[in-house]
């Protein structure tokens, strides 16, 4: 009930700020409407837990006001019978947010991430174009100075082979440019290393075939959100190889997709716990206090991400560590209704 209540609020204050834009550009109203179909699962996917954790305190206070969680429990029914309804139904949201996060989110993400960079952002930011390093294989490293996604053009390109721990040759190029199957490279240097003296090869242009593309070099910052756990896991070995600096912002996309269906069960015993006692201050009160504990909740979550994202905190700790604080609370609080 409150995902269908809050879902439409954020649509028409997300409209009401991007509408300008919106206008200016010109934008087709099929990409609009595409775009808040994919803005709806999208959010419906990251907030869920919360929206549920809201709906319980709420139903569950009502419940509460109305002295029926007294009279079922002096019946001598136990506290664990009286949370049975309630952990089934979290099971069922943990499961509905388990296949959107594992299915149906990443292509709403890859929707809403495109409409945002296209028509919002003038691609800004999209992809990391300076100082580009990858390791393409077990033996190949490539560095770009510069590079342009839009014409596929590399500056200062430089290709390094190793066997071993041994440098057998290095390529150099004033740049290099991706023509469908071949590189188009200029002011090419090939320097084979050798025991005694070394080989160089040099020409004005010439044409080689490598074993990266080009949208390797640059993917999208979003590019995690998009993919499936499959192709997710693939995706990450393939960008650990290449000493890509953006694997913490990968795992946090990977684990998320555990943690927040935990979350769900988590949230579901805390809002139970808060609201199943009758208070003078009534709903409000229960209502205030399940809020405060959803937005230091969502702090904790952004914080933590960001931290595993911009520096080597590790992204396991990061993701989970909402989930270990607020699930020794729940503990407590549940143990404490009980009594």
């Known amino acids: 009930m409150m995902l269908l209540l809050f879902i439409p609020i954020g649509i028409t204050v997300n409209l009401a700020e991007k509408i300008g834009k919106i206008l200016d550009r010109e934008v087709p109203f099929t990409a609009v409407a595409q775009y808040y179909l994919d803005f709806t699962v999208y959010f419906a996917n990251l907030l869920l837990p919360i929206f549920l954790f809201i709906s319980v305190i709420w139903f569950t206070s009502k419940l509460a006001n109305n002295t029926e969680i007294v009279a079922f429990l002096s019946s001598g029914v136990s506290f664990w019978r009286f949370l049975r309804p309630y952990m089934i139904?979290?099971?069922?949201?943990?499961?509905?947010?388990?296949?959107?996060?594992?299915?149906?989110?990443?292509?709403a993400s890859k929707g809403f991430n495109q409409f945002r960079y296209k028509y919002l952002k003038n691609n800004s930011n999209v992809v990391q174009t300076k100082n580009i390093y990858r390791q393409i294989n077990d033996n190949d490293y490539?560095?770009?100075?510069?590079?342009?996604?839009?014409t596929k053009i590399g500056?200062?390109?430089?290709?390094?082979?190793?066997?071993?721990?041994?440098l057998i040759y290095k390529i150099t190029a004033n740049s290099i440019k991706d023509s469908d199957t071949i590189y188009q490279l200029t002011g090419y240097v090939k320097r084979t290393f050798g025991e005694h003296n070394d080989q160089i090869?040099?020409?004005?242009?010439?044409n080689m075939a490598f074993e990266f593309d080009a949208d390797d070099l640059t993917p999208e910052e979003y590019i995690a959100e998009t993919l499936q756990y499959g192709e997710l896991?693939?995706?990450?070995?393939?960008?650990?190889?290449?000493?890509?600096?953006?694997?913490?912002?990968?795992?946090?996309?990977?684990?998320?997709?555990?943690?927040?269906?935990?979350?769900?069960?988590?949230?579901?015993?805390?809002?139970v716990a808060v609201s199943s006692i009758k208070r003078r201050g009534g709903m409000g009160v229960n209502l205030a206090f399940g809020?405060?504990?959803?937005?230091?909740y969502v702090?904790?979550?952004?914080?933590?991400?960001?931290?595993?994202?911009?520096?080597?905190?590790?992204?396991?700790?990061?993701?989970?560590?909402?989930?270990?604080?607020f699930g020794i609370l729940a503990a407590y609080l549940l143990f404490n209704a009980k009594r």
């Open 201 to 206: 090869e040099s020409s004005r242009r010439k």
């Open 142 to 150: 490539i560095y770009v100075s510069n590079f342009n996604p839009v």
């Open 89 to 107: 139904g979290a099971t069922i949201v943990a499961l509905l947010a388990l296949v959107m996060g594992l299915y149906l989110a990443p292509n």
């Open 155 to 166: 500056r200062n390109f430089s290709l390094e082979h190793f066997e071993g721990n041994t």
């Open 291 to 296: 809020i405060t504990i959803a937005m230091v």
């Open 233 to 271: 896991t693939r995706f990450i070995e393939k960008e650990r190889r290449r000493g890509s600096s953006n694997i913490g912002r990968y795992l946090v996309v990977k684990y998320k997709k555990w943690s927040i269906p935990v979350s769900v069960f988590i949230l579901t015993i805390i809002a």
């Open 299 to 325: 702090f904790f979550d952004k914080v933590f991400g960001v931290m595993a994202e911009q520096s080597s905190f590790d992204p396991l700790f990061a993701v989970w560590f909402p989930n270990i604080v």
